[in-house]
């Protein structure tokens, strides 16, 4: 269900210089290529996270900035790559040169209590950029810190932990890892640490590269037809769905249909309403790609326990406009699902030999025909414990693009809910909203006339 916009709220952030924390101890000198997968174009960007801390008793008189910082040179010794620096080599290959430099870190406070963001918390989150603040020459991908982070203290006692990780480095699983490990030696419990792996090689193309099957992910889209995602005018909202928009939402499917997962069905339902919202050609082709953790999805598993690498693909469903629109939700949750099982242990290796043949540099069409979503309800980010307890709020900080992200949430009464983060020029994200209400109004289909019938294929 759609959410009414946040109250602006303004605040004031001080800042302390931002300062580099290496590992409490040496650790070794070397350079480690990143894997095939790791370090393709699509993945070069820096992505953030947020989370959001109450004020707790036990803690009174702890900075937790402080707390946080010594935590994370101890937890750099055993993720020491994460103090090195990205070189490119031979082809432009990633590699991380372990030299130890660290990571850029950021102690802050703000005049402003966690009362005061709201009943809600939900992104996007006002004076983002005072919360994580984007330190000069910090950003880039050569030669630059691999992680940002601040801790800012709140006049309640409470605190906000964001963080801007490199995409190559990892993923939301692997980043869940290292903090993880930082809020254990915070907690003073070492002991309950997952042992980092890097084996980067695993995800590495095999010899002789060959590109065994199609990877629309990547397809060239024209841009005489697609309209380019604009840079300018654009607003980032969120939406909830509870038990009751999902129940809602299920009973618009045939019976042989709604045994989809929750995940399916809000990602058939969100690539239908933003497909509409955008207003292009009905001939226009489209495409939606789900990012999929492969860490468990075979068995024997292909990655081993403690990896840290980035683990996902994000193979493409492609219909046209006029086909969603014209087909019932169904239609939309059965590409999902035929995206969902097209990710393989060939296709992985397929994608890999796609990088080494040249394919290195192509990135996921950047045009609004084009959406990303990311699933983090099953991440469980929100148990990171650095000493006081739960988040409040943790997952992404903002939609990034064309990616969206399904973040768990709760409501003030505890109800769990999954929160939707979507970022669209202001125009369309208006139509947007209008759709997922249209939508949620729709009669559900009568069981006992309806039957599975042919629709429309998939180009």
Same mark, same amino acid.
């Given at each position: 269900?759609? =959410?009414p916009?946040v109250?602006?709220?303004?605040?004031t952030?001080?800042?302390?210089e931002p300062?580099?924390? #290496?590992?409490?101890?040496p650790?070794?000198?070397e350079?480690?290529p990143?894997?095939?997968i790791d370090d393709?174009?699509?993945?070069?960007f820096q992505?953030p996270?947020?989370?959001i801390?109450?004020?707790?008793p036990?803690?009174?008189g702890? !900075?937790?900035?402080?707390v946080i910082?010594?935590?994370l040179?101890?937890?750099?010794?055993?993720?020491?790559?994460?103090?090195g620096?990205?070189r490119?080599?031979?082809n +432009?290959?990633?590699i991380? !040169?372990?030299? +130890?430099e660290?990571v850029?870190?950021?102690k802050?406070?703000?005049?402003?209590?966690?009362?005061?963001?709201?009943d809600e @918390?939900?992104p996007?989150?006002p004076c983002?950029?005072?919360?994580l603040?984007?330190?000069?020459?910090s950003? +880039?991908?050569? $030669?630059?810190?691999?992680?940002?982070?601040?801790?800012?203290r @709140?006049?309640?006692?409470?605190?906000?932990?964001a963080?801007?990780l490199n995409?190559? *480095?990892? !993923?939301?699983?692997? &980043?869940k890892q290292?903090?993880?490990?930082?809020?254990?030696?915070?907690?003073g419990?070492?002991?309950?640490?997952?042992p980092?792996?890097?084996?980067r090689?695993? @995800?590495?193309?095999?010899?002789?590269?060959?590109?065994?099957?199609?990877?629309h992910?990547y397809?060239e889209v024209?841009l005489s037809t697609?309209?380019?995602w604009?840079?300018?005018n654009?607003?980032?909202?969120?939406f909830?769905?509870g038990?009751t928009e999902?129940?809602l939402l299920?009973?618009?499917l045939?019976p042989?249909?709604r045994?989809c =997962?929750?995940?399916? @069905?809000?990602?058939?339902?969100?690539?239908?309403?933003?497909?509409l #919202? &955008?207003? &292009?050609?009905?001939d226009e082709?489209?495409?939606? *790609?789900s990012?999929?953790?492969?860490?468990f999805k075979f068995?024997p598993p292909?990655?081993?326990?403690g990896?840290?690498?980035?683990?996902?693909?994000?193979p493409?469903a &492609?219909?046209?406009?006029k086909k969603?629109?014209?087909?019932?939700? /169904?239609y939309a949750? /059965?590409?999902v699902q035929q995206?969902k099982?097209?990710l393989?242990?060939?296709?992985m290796?397929?994608?890999? #030999?796609?990088?080494? $043949? /040249? /394919?290195k540099?192509?990135?996921?069409p950047?045009? *609004?025909g084009s959406f990303?979503?990311?699933?983090?309800?099953?991440?469980?980010?929100?148990e990171?414990?650095?000493?006081?307890?739960?988040a409040?709020? #943790?997952?992404?900080?903002?939609?990034?693009?064309v990616?969206?992200?399904?973040?768990?949430?709760?409501?003030?009464?505890?109800?769990?809910?999954?929160?939707?983060s979507i970022?669209?020029p202001?125009?369309?994200?208006?139509r947007?909203?209008?759709?997922v209400?249209n939508?949620?109004?729709?009669?559900p289909?009568?069981?006992t006339?309806?039957k599975?019938?042919?629709i429309s294929?998939a180009?």
């Amino acid at each position: 269900m759609a =959410t009414p916009s946040v109250v602006p709220l303004t605040f004031t952030v001080r800042r302390c210089e931002p300062e580099l924390v #290496a590992p409490a101890k040496p650790t070794p000198r070397e350079q480690k290529p990143l894997s095939d997968i790791d370090d393709q174009a699509s993945l070069r960007f820096q992505i953030p996270f947020i989370h959001i801390y109450r004020h707790h008793p036990s803690m009174e008189g702890k !900075d937790p900035a402080d707390v946080i910082k010594a935590a994370l040179a101890q937890t750099l010794v055993l993720y020491y790559p994460f103090a090195g620096r990205l070189r490119e080599g031979a082809n +432009g290959k990633l590699i991380v !040169d372990c030299n +130890g430099e660290g990571v850029m870190f950021i102690k802050a406070e703000a005049d402003v209590t966690l009362q005061q963001f709201g009943d809600e @918390l939900r992104p996007p989150f006002p004076c983002f950029d005072q919360l994580l603040f984007d330190v000069p020459g910090s950003e +880039g991908m050569i $030669n630059c810190p691999l992680l940002l982070i601040q801790v800012t203290r @709140l006049r309640c006692g409470g605190f906000i932990y964001a963080t801007r990780l490199n995409h190559v *480095m990892t !993923d939301g699983p692997g &980043i869940k890892q290292f903090m993880s490990a930082v809020a254990a030696m915070a907690r003073g419990q070492p002991s309950h640490l997952i042992p980092p792996v890097w084996e980067r090689h695993l @995800l590495d193309a095999p010899h002789p590269p060959q590109v065994t099957l199609k990877h629309h992910e990547y397809d060239e889209v024209e841009l005489s037809t697609a309209t380019p995602w604009p840079s300018d005018n654009l607003v980032d909202r969120s939406f909830f769905f509870g038990h009751t928009e999902v129940s809602l939402l299920r009973s618009l499917l045939p019976p042989h249909v709604r045994r989809c =997962t929750k995940f399916e @069905l809000l990602t058939a339902f969100l690539w239908r309403c933003r497909t509409l #919202a &955008i207003n &292009i050609d009905p001939d226009e082709e489209v495409r939606m *790609m789900s990012i999929i953790n492969a860490r468990f999805k075979f068995n024997p598993p292909i990655l081993p326990p403690g990896y840290y690498g980035n683990g996902f693909l994000f193979p493409a469903a &492609i219909t046209t406009v006029k086909k969603l629109r014209e087909n019932p939700l /169904g239609y939309a949750v /059965g590409l999902v699902q035929q995206a969902k099982a097209s990710l393989t242990e060939e296709y992985m290796k397929s994608v890999a #030999a796609l990088m080494v $043949n /040249g /394919g290195k540099q192509l990135v996921f069409p950047n045009v *609004m025909g084009s959406f990303i979503i990311s699933d983090l309800t099953r991440a469980s980010l929100d148990e990171l414990d650095f000493g006081w307890g739960k988040a409040a709020f #943790a997952g992404n900080a903002k939609a990034v693009g064309v990616i969206s992200f399904l973040t768990p949430t709760k409501s003030k009464k505890g109800e769990a809910r999954t929160l939707v983060s979507i970022c669209l020029p202001g125009q369309a994200m208006e139509r947007f909203a209008e759709e997922v209400d249209n939508m949620l109004k729709q009669q559900p289909i009568d069981d006992t006339k309806s039957k599975p019938k042919l629709i429309s294929s998939a180009l």
